[in-house]
């Protein structure tokens, strides 16, 4: 039976994201990486996709929350005879870097009865490489070890399991004041009996890192986050569990194959680096005081700009992979029987004319924050500054990876534009060699190619591509990067056509209603409520802003975290999840109201 995509809570330790349900299962753990095949994937296929569950044994109620400023989740059971919390994590590495980037993939569950007693039910019943591997699970010196296609699962637990066949179980029954753990980790033997301090000891130091970061501010911001702090932080550790550390790169989504709409087509694998989300959560990172994350994507950036140029990808693999091939596993039901189930992403073939803006404008703010600039960047930037020049006319497959076929996108073309007016004011800002006078003069043409085929007249709007009537999200976004600006008439005009046609209640978005290539229809896009809120924030419609702002919020699950899009008619949030693309949305769209709140209170005359 499948969950709602709402009622799981994340872990996880910079390499592996687990999802787990209120019922105490895990559902969803590739392994080692996140990028790697599933080792636990009931979230894709309930019968046979393997989970590890702790569950009570009688009918209960459930809820759950994370200890305060961690990414530890408690999961509290109730039955008619006792209380009791499951505590989940996975262990950080501590100490210098050297010893922070030893991979170790551990896994604890902790089980204490807090009023009363309980009993449980264990199931331990992982099925490696997306449950194509048939897994050997065998019972050694009171341990269990897992071998399927020569990769190495081992389980220990305070109380006894039992192999069977392909799992391992157990029932267990505890009372007030007891304690039961296990500990599983991927790869690497666990030697002697169950030291329990020793896990107490990683949780604690679990909980000690997770709090530190939450509370540090390496680039001196603090910002005043007033009744929004608590879901901030949860948007900031919730990007921070998608940051991949051996590579500095970000995950877009813990998941794959989650879908758009129940039983339909448009499931994708979003276990990738994408440069535009990327971009977007440093940034959101960056604006309230974490630097550790934009210095480790910056040097995989510069790596790749100096690498490849004009030749970068819109998505790359989490360790830097350039190809992504995109396949189906047929064998797999899929979520609530959404097929096919995809791994691998085709659009990192693709080619996206939006990625040049957002390079070159993370480059110039980054380096603006800085006054620096990485010399050896430059002849990379100005490359694609020149590549964006010569290429701006040509159609392509626009932010939104249509399927259709490429087109002359409205906002791919802003980008371009983009693009070159910042390589215009790096190289005059730095003293950089450039043909700036031939980027000014493809601009300026980029400019009146946007205004007269991008603009319909009839619709008072800029439309989605220069074939179409019709209205796209993504050209909220025109007046961010300084196009036009946001009071100009014309952007006025336009997001009015976006809010009649796009918007659901008001406040939430489609990012567009045209044949997109794909059968069936997709959910409402939670990050485009965002892009319309920062609008209201940007022309002083605070209360307003507040307003959808708050709405926005009560999408969020028990937790405090966002799906990708959701879908009203069932009230059912869908896509694949947690998206960093929301969260980032939510912690940028707060921190610009309550920078125009503090603006409006410090013009206010004194009483």
Not at 1 to 30: Q, R
Not at 515 to 524: N, R, S
């Amino acid at each position: 039976m499948y969950k709602k995509i709402s009622e799981y809570g994340v872990i996880g330790n910079f390499h592996s994201l687990a999802l787990i349900g209120l019922d105490g299962s895990i559902d969803w753990l590739c392994l080692p990486h996140l990028y790697s095949p599933s080792v636990f994937g009931a979230l894709l296929d309930s019968e046979k996709g393997g989970y590890f569950s702790v569950t009570p044994a009688d009918d209960y109620d459930s809820t759950a929350e994370y200890l305060e400023n961690t990414n530890i989740l408690a999961t509290c059971f109730r039955t008619r005879k006792g209380e009791a919390t499951l505590t989940d994590f996975m262990t950080i590495p501590f100490g210098p870097e050297e010893e922070r980037r030893k991979e170790r993939h551990e896994l604890y569950r902790r089980v204490e009865v807090t009023e009363g007693e309980m009993a449980f039910r264990v199931c331990f019943e992982p099925k490696p490489d997306y449950a194509r591997a048939r897994p050997v699970v065998k019972g050694i010196d009171g341990k269990v070890v897992v071998e399927a296609g020569g990769n190495r699962l081992y389980l220990e637990a305070t109380m006894p399991l039992e192999p069977l066949n392909d799992r391992a179980v157990g029932t267990w029954t505890l009372r007030k004041g007891e304690t039961a753990w296990l500990h599983m980790r991927y790869g690497i033997g666990i030697e002697g009996g169950f030291d329990a301090a020793k896990a107490e000891r990683a949780l604690d130091q679990s909980a000690r890192y997770w709090r530190i970061w939450a509370k540090k501010s390496e680039t001196g911001v603090r910002v005043d986050l007033g009744p929004y702090k608590e879901m901030i932080i949860r948007s900031a550790l919730i990007l921070k569990l998608l940051y991949f550390y051996p590579k500095g790169t970000m995950a877009a989504a813990a998941t794959t194959s989650l879908p758009e709409v129940v039983r339909g087509v448009r499931n994708w694998d979003y276990r990738h680096a994408w440069l535009r989300d990327t971009f977007f959560t440093l940034d959101a990172l960056f604006n309230i005081g974490h630097d550790e994350e934009a210095h480790g994507f910056f040097r995989w950036i510069e790596e790749l700009v100096i690498r490849y140029g004009p030749g970068i990808q819109s998505v790359y693999g989490l360790n830097g992979d350039k190809d992504l091939p995109e396949c189906e596993l047929d064998h797999l039901d899929g979520y609530k029987g959404s097929r096919p189930v995809r791994v691998g992403n085709g659009a990192a073939t693709q080619r996206q004319h939006d990625i040049y803006g957002e390079i070159l404008n993370t480059v110039h703010k980054h380096a603006e924050l800085t006054g620096e600039l990485n010399p050896r960047l430059w002849p990379s930037l100005r490359s694609i500054c020149d590549f964006a020049a010569g290429s701006w006319r040509l159609k392509d497959f626009g932010i939104w990876e249509m399927k259709s076929g490429p087109r002359h996108f409205t906002y791919s073309k802003v980008m371009c534009w983009a693009a070159l007016d910042r390589g215009i004011r790096l190289a005059e800002g730095f003293g950089l060699d450039g043909d700036t006078k031939g980027w000014k003069d493809e601009a300026d043409a980029l400019r009146s190619d946007v205004m007269e085929n991008g603009w319909d007249e009839g619709r008072l709007a800029f439309v989605q591509h220069y074939e179409t009537d019709s209205m796209d999200a993504s050209n909220l976004l025109i007046p961010v990067v300084g196009f036009l600006p946001f009071g100009d008439p014309r952007i006025i005009s336009t997001v009015e056509a976006i809010r009649r046609e796009l918007s659901f209640d008001g406040c939430f978005f489609y990012r567009y209603r045209t044949d997109d290539g794909l059968p069936g229809e997709e959910g409402a896009f939670l990050i485009c409520s965002f892009w319309y809120i920062d609008y209201l924030i940007a022309r002083w419609r605070l209360e307003e802003a507040e307003t959808y702002l708050r709405r926005t919020e009560t999408v969020s699950n028990h937790l405090g975290l966002f799906s990708e899009e959701y879908d009203f008619k069932w009230m059912e949030p869908l896509g694949n999840f947690p998206q960093a693309y929301t969260h980032l949305g939510y912690i940028n769209t707060v921190l610009a109201l309550r920078r125009a709140r503090a603006a409006l209170r410090s013009k206010e005359p004194a009483i």
